[in-house]
Structures are given as C-alpha cells and as structure tokens.
C-alpha cells in the first residue's frame, strides 16, 4: 500500500553530518529512522508523528533532529557530530492505521541506506 523511498546516506568522517529523507507514496501517521548494524538489531533512531511529536533514542539523544512535511509525505533525520558507532544501515518506517469495525496497524519499511563513519 505505502512504498518508500530513502536517500541520503554515505561515507562521512567523526563529527561530520548528514541528512536522511524518506518519501511516503502516501499519508502515514507516524514516521521514524531505524539502524541496523551487522549482527545486531533493528533499534530506533528517532521518530515523528503527524502531529510532529517525536521519540529519540538515547543513543542519538542531541545529536538527531527528525522532522516532517505532511503535504509531501516526507520524513527527514538530520545527524550531526557522527560517531563510529554510528556506522549503520538505516531504515525509514512508515505507520498507517485504519479504524473501522477493528483497528489495524501497518508498517512499511524502506530499502535502507548506508552510513559509514571513518575516523
């Protein structure tokens, strides 16, 4: 139903920046970023509701800024003073939900995108 598409990611140094994007083929209520290192995890960055209420992990905690443009279905992370640790595929997630006789929740995940943090 909802397909997105992700960009932004790529090779930076220690303490550098970078921007991340995600674009809804359709109106979500809320959206975040998810990295995933090799063996680990899935586990939240940040995200946004479509109420511009937002989440951050601790990991990222001042580090991250998440916004959104409703009327382009548009999320976007902006990460600053990039650590090692940093080093990621990142995921966008998108959440619908549909009322009627049940609610039912859906999600979406994006292809993901490679953040690379060299000292």
């Known amino acids: 139903q909802v397909q997105l598409v992700e960009s932004g990611g790529g090779l930076v140094q220690a303490g550098g920046s970078l921007r991340l994007s995600c674009t809804a083929s359709?109106?979500?209520?809320?959206m975040g970023w998810y990295s995933q290192a090799p063996g680990k995890q899935r586990e939240l960055g940040a995200r946004?509701?479509?109420?511009?209420?937002?989440t951050d992990a601790d990991s990222v905690k001042g580090r991250v800024i998440i916004s959104r443009d409703n009327a382009k279905n548009t999320v976007y992370m902006q990460m600053n003073r990039l650590k090692l640790e940093d080093t990621a595929v990142y995921y966008c997630?998108?959440?619908?939900?549909?009322?009627?006789?049940?609610?039912?929740?859906?999600?979406?995940w994006g292809q993901g995108t490679q953040v690379t943090v060299s000292s």
């Open positions: 997630n998108a959440r619908t939900i549909l009322v009627g006789i049940r609610l039912r929740e859906y999600d979406y």
């Open positions: 946004i509701s479509c109420g511009g209420r937002t």
């Open positions: 359709g109106s979500t209520f809320s």
